[in-house]
Nanobody, 117 residues
Framework: QVHLVESGGGLVQAGGSLRLSCVAS????????MGWYRQAPGKEREWVAM???????NYADSVKGRFTVSRDVAKNAVYLQMNSLKPEDTAVYYC???????????WGQGTQVTISS
């Protein structure tokens, strides 16, 4: 069983920045990929960004150029640096890991990000 714990959410003004962290209970270098999703009130959960085992980075068009995903293998941590935040970025942000030959999906508990206009 893998546990993911997010932190770093909060309330900031539009144009501000936040850095989310996700710490895993296992060796993230063995994970197929780790990523971030978000879910705004009344909306479905959507994919935001991911980093693969090989280090490839991918972003949703809505955050490209503003968000940066990175990892620290030594700390078993993945980060999401969010800049130029907009009110529409308001959501609960979830860390996700894909693990094993079947890419089993694991989720953190989520962290609230609120952007005021």
């Amino acid at each position: 069983q893998v546990h993911l714990v997010e932190s770093g959410g909060g309330l900031v003004q539009a144009g501000g920045s936040l850095r989310l962290s996700c710490v895993a209970s296992g060796n993230i270098f063995s994970f197929n990929a780790m990523g971030w999703y978000r879910q705004a009130p009344g909306k479905e959960r959507e994919w935001v960004a991911m980093i693969t085992k090989g280090g490839s980075l991918n972003y949703a068009d809505s955050v490209k150029g503003r968000f940066t995903v990175s990892r620290d293998v030594a700390k078993n941590a993945v980060y999401l640096q969010m800049n130029s935040l907009k009110p529409e970025d308001t959501a609960v942000y979830y860390c996700n890991a894909l693990i094993g030959v079947l890419s089993e999906s694991y989720w953190g508990q989520g962290t609230q990000v609120t952007i005021s206009s």
